[in-house]
């Protein structure tokens, strides 16, 4: 057992005349002005394979010392107009953030007197808050490269400053007015990646860049139904037809939604709510037309469809729904069983049916299997022997 205690008591003095050792030449690196990368590279290798140097403050402190003379050194080079490589400008002093945090961390411990006294936290902050606004363009620099994962983590430190000890005083969330635009462009980010929670994360922030929060809605409502959300999905395009009706994203989605599920009447409730606020709208005036069809309601949908026609003539679903509201009407007579009382009536009803199916017809010629049976039937009707054996020989073959 003594043994065993001696060689453990050897292996902690070894580690620590090695982390002397590897600490003593870092600094040599540094004060020479040179060699930083292996000064940092010795500082990495101690807090991987030493578990005393994570918690030891100079070498946190010296591997930022490191990481901040190559930054540095690439910074000469740009002021002297020598090439110089951009990415790596950008990384470094990602790396110095994160540095300086875990350094911030070690020394906000609290002494042997619970006394809280960070010895290196006010230099650190007064330096790394004058390169911030690197960081953002850190992150704008890899989304033109379409590197979102990587643009991701500067908007992601860049945001997250606020909320560090080591910026204590600095109030990024209240003084700093591109805070929003960065969780813009962090929500894009994550979206691009088609990682739900990377869109979601800086998601509320960035709905204060007013200029895109159309965008972030969208992607918030993409980042649920990702993650298979339907409740959250449903309130996502709900709050965005709200606050932007015109936008085509969520209407048609909303209104989908409700039609596959039944609830027509929001659909159409959606429509009149729309449409009080633009009362042209083609998609809104579509919308309404279709559900008043779908609600039987037959002369509104007439209404509607023709307004959307002297608006749309090349649209083809208006007419589609004007023909099929007088089939439907005629197909509601014909319950009742009695064609001498209603002959009349039904010969008018096809007769109003045909031109707007013929003209869906020839807006929509590849969509037969919904003209073609119901110009069987309006041909049939009204006796129209040759029309109807164009249309009886096509059905033949759908």
Known sequence: MRKIVIAFLSLIVSFAVAQKKELSQARSYIKSGKDYDKAEKLMTNLI????????????????????????QQINEKIYLNQKYDTAAVYTLLSRMYRVAESLDSLDAMP?????????????NAEQLDKLRRNLYFGGTYNVRRNKFKEAFGFF???????????????????????????AYWATLSGYRMKDA??????????????????????????????????TAYMKALEDGFMHHPEYAYFFPR???????????????RLSNEALAKYPDHSIFLLAKSVALLELDRYDECIEVSNKLIAKEPELPEPYFNIATCYLNQALE???????????????????????????????????QKRW??????????????QQFEEIDRLMRTL
């Not at 002494?111 to 230099?123: I, L, Q, T």
């Not at 014909?334 to 064609?339: C, D, L, R, T, Y």
Request: proline share 4%.
């Open 48 to 71: 991987a394979n030493d578990s005393a140097s994570r918690q030891n403050k100079k070498v946190y402190a010296t591997w930022y010392e490191s990481v901040l003379g190559q930054y």
């Open 111 to 123: 002494d042997e007197k619970g006394r809280v006294k960070p010895e290196y936290r006010k230099n």
């Open 156 to 182: 992601q430190t860049y945001i997250d400053a606020a909320k560090q000890p080591l910026f204590t005083g600095y109030d990024y969330a209240k003084n700093d007015a591109s805070m929003p635009t960065a």
């Open 197 to 230: 929670e990377s869109t979601l994360r800086y998601s509320k922030l960035a709905l204060n860049d007013e200029s895109k929060a159309v965008y972030v809605r969208q992607y918030i409502c993409e980042a649920y139904l990702w993650q298979k959300n339907d």
């Open 254 to 268: 909303l209104g989908d939604y409700y039609n596959k599920n039944g609830q027509i009447d929001k659909t159409l």
């Open 333 to 367: 007579l014909e319950k009742k069983n009695e064609p001498r009382l209603y002959r009349q009536k039904l010969t008018e009803l096809y007769t109003k049916a045909r031109p707007q199916m013929e003209h869906y017809r020839s807006l929509s010629p590849q969509d």
């Open 372 to 385: 073609a049976p119901a110009l069987y039937r309006i041909y049939l009707n009204l006796n129209m022997g």
